[in-house]
């Protein structure tokens, strides 16, 4: 088990560990001083690679970590923390970003709740905006970045309002004609993850995978209420609540616009950001023209597609069964 950083311990000598602000499943996130610009405060993000690979593998991993935490540091948007360094020590690797003041919508999401209250629409639509134009910023990369760990704990609003999409610890970087490239191990949060995420099949993860995420989370979001994650819907399809059966507040075309994300087959879903957004912010209504969204997700289970589930719910089934006889 991996051992947190104590408070004041000093990496590199630059950054001084302040404290634990965040928990991941390979490791924590620490609020750090920058020794080397007085005044500036930082978040270090820890990753510990498998120690059941082989060391060959663990260096790998970590020589994938360093070449996709180079394309990182390059980017440049709003609303996306600044990456400025990463470093590896020993099995640890680290990346070093802007630290981003404020609550996350988690947060702000569970107050509404305790006041017996949603989060009004017209506010999480303004977050939604933000969230797209970080996405499409990283799906136009060349190649594209998957985040594929978007969720409502992974957005903070700053005290300005700038929402800012942060912890990269799922991060993929597309290779052009391959199958995406992942440098840590994990699959989401279950209930913003879909199908694909999981492995299994001839499926792999793509821009399509962060879109179903960004539905889920405007559900959680606009119902207080956490999405059935996506193995559970492949065996109860009705399992998924209309978002407007529980919040009727809501409008039919938000409503529209997550169902069509959150449709179990990468093909039933908008093939683009840019698509979606432009459906939610008004900009095009062809998806009125459609069948209802829980139809939609219903008719997607056709023969082609039932095969793709079918094999990814053995693969699972399969990884489980493995899983049991190590542990």
């Known amino acids: 088990m991996l051992v947190p950083l104590k408070s004041g311990e000093t990496l590199r000598h630059r950054y001084v ?51 996709e935490a180079t394309v990182l540091a390059r980017l440049d948007h709003p609303n996306l923390p600044k990456v400025s360094d990463y470093f590896s020590i020993g099995d ?19 107050m509404a709740k305790h006041k017996e209250k949603f ?46 999409l942060v912890d ?31 492995g299994g099949g001839s499926i792999h993860t793509d821009i399509r995978s962060d879109i ?31 978002p407007r059966a529980i919040n009727p507040s809501i409008s039919f075309q938000m409503e529209r616009a997550i169902l069509w994300a959150m449709n179990l087959h990468p093909d039933e879903r908008p093939q683009s950001m840019a698509e979606l957004k432009d459906f939610f912010i008004g900009k095009s209504m062809k998806r009125e023209l459609h069948p209802s969204p829980i139809e939609d997700v219903r008719s997607a289970l056709k023969e082609k597609e039932i095969n793709w589930l079918a094999i990814s719910a053995l693969a699972l089934t399969i990884f489980g069964f493995v899983a049991s006889l190590l542990y």
């Open 92 to 110: 640890r690797d680290y990346l070093v970003m802007d630290y981003v003041p404020g609550n996350d919508l988690r947060t702000l999401m569970l």
């Open 212 to 242: 179903y995420s960004f539905g889920a989370t405007l559900y959680h979001l606009l119902t207080n209420t956490p999405p059935p994650d996506a193995r559970q819907r492949f065996i109860h399809p009705e399992c998924l609540k209309p």
């Open 17 to 67: 560990i302040k404290r634990i602000i965040g928990h991941g499943g390979m490791g924590s996130i620490y609020l750090a001083e920058d020794l080397r610009l007085k005044g500036r405060v930082c978040a270090l993000k820890e990753v510990e690679h498998d120690q059941t690979l082989s060391r060959s593998l663990r260096q790998e991993a970590q020589n994938q970590f360093k070449q």
């Open 119 to 164: 989060l009004d629409e017209g506010e999480v639509r303004s977050w939604a905006n933000q969230l797209a134009d970080a996405l499409l910023y990283l799906h136009g990369q060349n190649p594209p970045i998957l985040h594929r760990d978007i969720k409502p704990s992974n957005l903070k609003l700053t005290p300005n309002g700038l929402l800012k």
């Open 168 to 198: 990269f610890g799922l991060v993929k970087i597309m290779a052009p004609g391959e199958a995406t490239i992942t440098i840590i191990q994990g699959q989401g949060t279950a209930v913003y993850t879909p199908l694909e995420q999981y």
